[in-house]
């Protein structure tokens, strides 16, 4: 199972919403779409809910066109809005056994079914409680519950984590990691990167409706500083190890935080060895000598502009 | 029991899904037992009122169709008003833009989803029905009122309330802001307020009249029942043929299954109408039938100006490769240019029928000598609304593209230009002294389509200037008629890209 974004454009009038876009993700995948706000997220995530058409380019579901047959590829998307209906007059249970009806699963193992979906998303206890008694966390769970009812290989999450307190956000993730070991491909758009760091395999990052990342979490690490910082922590003669590092060629910023050294350097994988076994051979005594990746937070903060349309 | 568990089962899985939401939500709301109750207390009280007001001598024979009927108006005020506007509410709350995902998410069609929502009103409607049986059946002990009229204004109570459920479904699909919904929610009480009136004012005239004398008779109940039946039908019909293109994807055919519904509509009716004209030798009714397309042909006129113009990758699929099937197709897919042509196509027909019929038809025919001036009628409105059209798409053209606005109501800019139209002769001449109540002001009202009524004399005028401003008009929209008539082809087959295959922008660009 795999979905795939070409050259996707939507214009709404002369606003250009998404400006060519082009990622995939597949089985097992938690991708995060990333972007500040205006940056085309939730345009490219209702175009592959098949909510709306493309300008041009298109997506494909396990290689069904979502433009041309939005009816079978919503089969296969479980979409995860952003907010849920406030219903005073319906149950958490009948709202799920809505979408299970609706979305055609067997009468006799709708029941079973159901359970299964409440059971997992924490929801048995509230079944009974109607929609608009429901706190923000209670109904993402609910929203969760819909989507995945008739256990659809993808999931599309339009900021799952909004609004939630740090306990639901937990629950969350850990539920994000069931469905990813389940096999699901997973696109959440958030804000909340420090969440999505911890849990994505992969992100995408737009800004004013153009792609300006896309790969695994460490393609993107990797790609965003062509200079790495390496962490050194060594049993003794800091001050020395400081010392001698300042008189290395193509080394720069050396800094002690703590017990480690931090430095940064453009040199190849190579070099770096040859560094590391220089040291070893100068007497000290290294306990950690490791590359320091960038986080989600310091590439998107790097690469985006907080520009808006 | 097991043939039993499975039969529900079946019965289970075949129930739209719409319909147990719909009803659950009405079992645990407060609106339907709320109406139910209160539907139950004027019952009660009115036949208490009755029992002890009655005196024994004293009864007209009357009493039972007095308080069937005012049961009976009770009826129709809570299936005709009250539930169509509880649907529509609800509705459109749905349609709203945060919870869109509800109505459109899951893969059952938006026909489904309005026969679920219609089924479901019409459920609650016969459960109401059911609650004033007992007192209905009552009004039969108390004289004045026989069993086949009771079950024949139930029929017909039944009948409008599912009209009105459509109607007030097709205005709750309406995607417009607060401020419409409330314009159109003070229209339906009108309308309804108007629909209830009406249907009780014919209730009692019917019952007044008796049905039972007239079961045999074709000409005075089945023809004109069966006129009346279709008539509802048609309508509701064509309100649900709306409702289902209003909430569907704007890149489905959205306007495939109205026009073909109303060109099944038109011809069927104008085949019956033909063959009234043969047997019972009047013409008249043709008339009508031509006059109702007519407008039914304008209203389709600003809408289709309103639709889209370009077409996306599911509609292109659906094109047929065959150049030959692409022309009907053309008229009846979703897009403005094949929008226009359907209606002036229906148009044309249609007055190409009313004059080979006219022409082989003695002269005898009630209704025969109106033909000229009917069509002149026809011609005027059609060709008026057709240049106010073209105008407001000119100026949409010219206009709206360099604001970038992503809203495109060219049926409203038509409106609006036809008012400027209309106001500034009138101005022109109020400020030049002119009396414009007098009959010799037509030249004033000459962009006023309908004062054509008004001033039959110089109906030639009117059609001449309709048919020069939807001539004009229409030829500098060439270019725009050209260019959607020129796209309307089919898409190349799409596949995901890779190393082997060609995208389809590649492959276009190449064939182009």
Request: hydrophobic share 50%.
């Amino acid at each position: 199972m795999e979905v795939k974004i070409e050259n996707l454009v939507k214009h709404y009038g002369k606003t250009e919403a998404v400006r060519d876009i082009s990622f995939e993700f597949g089985a097992g995948d938690i991708f995060g779409f990333i972007g500040p706000n205006g940056a085309g997220k939730t345009t490219t995530i209702e175009v592959l809910a098949t909510l709306i058409e493309p300008t041009s380019g298109d997506a494909f579901v396990d290689g069904v066109s979502v433009s041309e047959n939005p009816e079978k590829t919503r089969k296969l998307i479980g979409y995860m809005p952003d907010s849920l209906p406030a219903h005073n007059d319906i149950t958490v249970h009948e709202y799920i056994d809505f979408f299970a009806r609706a979305y055609g699963v067997p009468p006799k193992e709708r029941k079973q079914v159901i359970e299964a979906v409440e059971a997992f998303t924490n929801l048995t206890k509230i079944k009974d409680k109607f929609l608009k008694a429901l706190s923000k966390g209670m109904k993402q769970r609910v929203s969760l519950a819909r989507a995945m009812v008739y256990d659809p290989p993808i999931l599309i999450m339009d900021e799952p984590a909004a609004g939630l307190d740090p306990r639901a956000r937990i629950e969350l993730r850990e539920l994000l990691k069931v469905l990813s070991d389940q096999g699901k491909a997973v696109l959440i758009s958030s804000h909340i990167l420090t969440e999505l760091a911890e849990i994505c395999t992969g992100a995408v990052i737009i800004e004013q409706g153009q792609l300006l990342k896309a790969g695994t979490i460490e393609e993107i690490q990797n790609n965003d500083t062509p200079h790495r910082t390496i962490s050194v922590i060594v049993l003794e003669n800091l001050d020395s190890l400081h010392k001698t590092l300042l008189q290395t060629p193509r080394i720069e910023q050396i800094r002690i935080e703590g017990n480690q050294l931090l430095f940064e350097t453009l040199s190849s994988e190579a070099d770096i060895a040859q560094l590391l076994t220089m040291l070893v051979q100068k007497g000290f005594k290294i306990i950690e000598f490791r590359p320091v990746k960038a986080n989600l937070e310091d590439i998107f903060m790097n690469i985006t502009k907080g520009l808006v349309q | 029991m097991g043939m039993v568990s499975n039969i529900t089962t079946q019965l289970d899985g075949w129930i739209n899904p719409f319909v147990v939401k719909e009803l659950r939500q009405a079992v645990q709301g407060r609106f339907v037992v709320g109406i139910l109750l209160l539907f139950l207390l004027v019952c009660v009280s009115a036949m208490g009122l009755y029992a002890m007001q009655y005196e024994e001598g004293l009864s007209d024979f009357n009493d039972g169709r007095d308080m069937f009927m005012f049961f009976w108006g009770a009826l129709v005020v809570a299936g005709c008003a009250l539930i169509p506007l509880n649907v529509m509410v609800r509705l459109s709350k749905e349609i709203e833009a945060n919870q869109t995902e509800l109505l459109f998410t899951t893969t059952l069609s938006s026909g489904t989803i309005i026969r679920g929502k219609l089924f479901s009103a019409f459920v609650l409607s016969v459960l109401i029905y059911t609650a004033c049986l007992p007192f209905m059946t009552l009004t039969f002990l108390m004289r004045g009122i026989d069993v086949v009229s009771i079950f024949m204004l139930l029929i017909y109570g039944l009948i409008i309330v599912a009209l009105m459920v459509q109607f007030a479904i097709f205005i709750g699909c309406f995607p417009v802001s607060k401020a419409f919904k409330l314009f159109f929610g003070l229209f339906i009480i009108v309308v309804i307020g108007y629909c209830c009136v009406g249907t009780i004012a014919s209730a009692y005239e019917l019952l007044r009249n008796g049905f039972f004398s007239r079961l045999g008779s074709w000409q005075y109940f089945w023809m004109p029942t069966s006129i009346f039946v279709a008539t509802i039908f048609s309508l509701g019909g064509l309100f649900y043929m709306l409702s289902v293109a209003l909430i569907s994807p704007v890149s489905s055919n959205r306007a495939l299954p109205v026009r073909l519904y109303l060109t099944i509509i038109w011809l069927i009716s104008g085949s019956v109408l033909g063959y009234v004209v043969y047997t019972e030798k009047i013409f008249w009714p043709l008339l009508i039938w031509a006059i109702t397309t007519t407008f039914v042909m304008v209203f389709g006129l600003l809408i289709s100006i309103s639709e889209r113009e370009s077409l996306g990758a599911r509609m292109r699929k659906q094109i047929p490769d065959n150049w030959l099937l692409r022309i009907p197709m053309l008229l009846l897919y979703s897009g403005a240019a094949g929008g226009v042509l359907w209606c002036l196509s229906l148009f044309v027909l249609t007055v190409t029928t009313i004059w080979s019929v006219y022409a082989l038809i003695p002269s005898g025919y009630a209704g025969y000598s109106d033909v000229d001036e009917v069509v002149s009628f026809m011609c005027t409105w059609i060709f008026y609304f057709l240049g106010y059209g073209m105008l407001a798409v000119l100026v949409r053209r010219i206009t709206w593209s360099s604001f970038g606005w992503r809203l495109r109501p060219t049926w409203a800019i038509a409106m609006c230009i036809m008012i400027i139209f209309m106001i500034i002769p009138l101005m022109i001449g109020f400020f030049s002294g002119a009396n414009l109540m007098s009959r010799k002001a037509w030249v004033w009202y000459l962009s006023t389509p309908l004062s054509s009524f008004a001033y039959q004399k110089h109906i030639d005028t009117y059609l001449a200037i309709s048919i020069a401003f939807a001539v004009v008009t229409t030829l500098l929209n060439l270019p725009w008629f050209y260019k959607q008539i020129a796209n309307f082809k089919p898409l190349p087959p799409v596949t995901p890209k890779d190393d082997t295959e060609t995208s389809i922008s590649d492959s276009e660009t190449a064939a182009a």
